[in-house]
């Protein structure tokens, strides 16, 4: 994290683009996400290639950062497609994905590049009664104990909409 530090007191990060467009664009099959359509996560366990391609592809065009492909990594939304008990797991290796490319890439020139874990709102709302603050903060918990343990450097809260939300994260 001191490194992080350093690095944005002697410049600005330039963080990766949009990583569902960038999926979107690769002409996968329903077969590429194991029958499970619209989970770009579960491409960290069956594409892992794609996710790595995308992440280098960030880095080589001069991204300092890129993010997991974890947006939709809560075991909340994981459960609408019979994954949340692999919620830990498939954060884990969305962060461990990044940071072996971002690794690389630091071991060719030298110059520092960081993981941003990414944990996205989820599909459910608090604040309307979709989901208890409890249930919503212990899904946030485990989607963030693996982008940790899988090396993220940072953890990025994204797009947000209901202040419980934004406090359970």
Known sequence: MSELLETLRERVLLLDGAMGTRIQAA????????????CSEVL?????????RI??????????AVETNSFG?????????DLAEQAFEINRRAAAIAREVVDAFRARDGRPRFVFGSVG????????????????????????????????????IETCQDPLQIKAA
Request: aromatic content about 6%; charged content about 25%.
């Open 121 to 156: 709102p989820g599909t459910r709302l608090p604040s309307l009664g979709h989901v208890t603050y409890r249930e919503l903060e212990d899904a946030y918990e485990v989607q963030v104990a693996g982008l940790v343990a899988g090396g993220a450097d940072v953890v990025l």
């Open 55 to 64: 992440h280098t592809e960030y880095l080589e065009a001069g991204a300092d």
């Open 73 to 81: 990594g809560s075991p909340i939304t994981l459960g609408e497609f």
């Open 27 to 38: 002409g996968l099959t329903l077969e590429d996400f194991d029958g499970k359509e619209n």
């Open 44 to 52: 960290v366990l069956t594409r892992p290639d794609v996710i790595r």
